[in-house]
């Protein structure tokens, strides 16, 4: 199993961006597909997850209503879109998988890419 992250960046206050999230070695479908994020010195925050069993969720309170997870089942990858992005939002963006479902910790998870750095100046 790999996941690649990708569609991070340098991005203004208010701005967007879209990560993607690409799978090889498995289905999508088959899994839940969550993204975390991580500020430096923090712990790794769960932001959104995906799966067949309970839809698309947001633990984070702080992202509810500005970013949306979303899958292509084509291309086997898992987006994250985020719009209105604030200088809080700013750190480095992981996906991960697990055929279980959905934790609250990246560390559950089966198996997570590498990461994808955010930055959102203001």
Do not use: H
């Amino acid at each position: 199993v790999q996941l690649v992250e990708s569609g991070g960046g340098l991005v203004q206050a208010g701005g967007s961006l879209r990560l993607s999230c690409a799978a090889s070695g498995l289905t999508p479908d088959d899994y839940a597909i969550g993204w975390f994020r991580q500020a430096p010195g923090k712990d790794p925050e769960g932001v959104s997850c995906i799966s067949s069993s309970v839809g698309s969720i947001y633990p984070a309170d702080s992202v509810k209503g500005r970013f949306t997870i979303s899958k292509d089942y084509a291309k086997n990858t898992v987006y994250l879109q985020m719009n209105s992005l604030k200088p809080e939002d700013t750190a480095v963006y992981y996906c991960a998988v697990d055929r279980i479902g959905c934790f609250p910790n990246l560390y559950d998870y089966a198996y997570w890419g590498q990461g994808t750095q955010v930055t959102v100046s203001s």
